[in-house]
């Protein structure tokens, strides 16, 4: 599926942010910018629960500042409803630090402990929502 957009009526903020911008790839994403600031407000992704129902997910972009010589938000509590199911604060950002070659690198110990990957019939295991 090719990538498109288009202008969405925005809900997550309710007044507070004007008509947003949908992308869409392999699902779509509605974001929205706020009316006073004209700045990015929130981007919301869906949650296909086949238990409990399918959720809306909003990272609020909120408390925009200064970091790094750029406006960033500060805060971003991803929500569902009116439940804050993470809290992302900012207190300072470095723009393209230096990282080691090897920072992410396994030690050999545990590359040779770990198992094989599955390369089979793999089931399907939801655990990305169950983390929340």
């Not at 909003?58 to 790094?68: I, Y």
């Amino acid at each position: 599926m090719g990538d498109s957009s288009h202008v969405t009526s925005a809900d997550p903020l309710g007044e507070q942010v004007a008509a947003g911008v949908s992308l869409r790839r392999a699902t779509t994403s509605p974001s929205c910018s706020s009316r006073k600031t004209h700045l990015p407000a929130a981007i919301r992704t869906r949650d296909d629960d086949n238990i409990h129902g399918d959720l809306n997910y909003d990272l609020v972009l909120a408390d925009w500042k200064r970091l790094a010589g750029r406006r960033s938000p500060s805060r971003c509590p991803i929500g569902s409803g009116d439940v804050d199911v993470a809290k992302l604060k900012y207190r300072e950002v470095t723009a393209n630090p230096a990282i080691a070659a090897d920072t992410f690198a396994v030690p050999e110990a545990i590359q040779a402990a770990a198992q094989a990957s599955g390369n089979g019939n793999v089931p399907y295991q939801w655990s990305c929502g169950g983390s929340f």
